[in-house]
C-alpha cells in the first residue's frame, strides 16, 4: 500500500503561484513514479505530469501543463510536489496526486490512468478572477 495525502490547495488570485504537496507513508517511496491530475467540475481527469522514482528521477508532463507547471520530489521526506505559477481561473480543480512501481513518466501516465496503482483523495484549487 501506498498512502498518499495532498495538500496544499486553497483559494488564490489569477497570477499567483501555490505549491501543492503530496506526502506518502509507505516505506518503498522512492521505488515508485508520482504523478498528478486534475479534475475541474463537470469535466474529465486531466492528466499534467509525472516523476521517476530515485534512480530515474526524469519528468514526462502533458504538453499543455509545460510551463506553469513543475513537478519535484523530495524522497528523504517522501513527498512530492507540484510548483503552480501565474495561475488562471481555469486551473480551478481538484488535483489528485498518484503513485505507480511499474509505469515510467511516459504517455500510458496520460492514457492509462487505470493502470495507476494508488491515488490520493485530492485538494481543491480555487483560481479567482
Known amino acids: 500500500q501506498v498512502p498518499l495525502v495532498e495538500s496544499g490547495g486553497g483559494l488564490v488570485q489569477a497570477g499567483d503561484s501555490l505549491r501543492l504537496s503530496c506526502a506518502s507513508s509507505?516505506?518503498?517511496?522512492?521505488?515508485?513514479?508520482m504523478g498528478w491530475f486534475r479534475q475541474a467540475p463537470g469535466k474529465e481527469r486531466e492528466f499534467i505530469g509525472a516523476?521517476?522514482?530515485?534512480?530515474?528521477?526524469?519528468?514526462y508532463y502533458a504538453d499543455s501543463m509545460k510551463g506553469r507547471f513543475t513537478i519535484s520530489r523530495d524522497n528523504a521526506k517522501n513527498t512530492v510536489y507540484l510548483q503552480m505559477n501565474s495561475l488562471k481561473p481555469e486551473d480551478t480543480a481538484v488535483y489528485y496526486c498518484?503513485?505507480?512501481?511499474?509505469?515510467?513518466?511516459?504517455?500510458?501516465?496520460?492514457?492509462?490512468?487505470?493502470?495507476?496503482?494508488?491515488w490520493g483523495r485530492g485538494t481543491q484549487v480555487t483560481v479567482s478572477s
Open positions: 498518484a503513485a505507480d512501481s511499474a509505469l515510467l513518466p511516459s504517455p500510458p501516465w496520460a492514457t492509462r490512468p487505470d493502470l495507476i496503482g494508488y
Open positions: 509507505g516505506r518503498t517511496f522512492d521505488t515508485y513514479s
Open positions: 516523476i521517476g522514482w530515485s534512480h530515474h528521477n526524469f519528468t
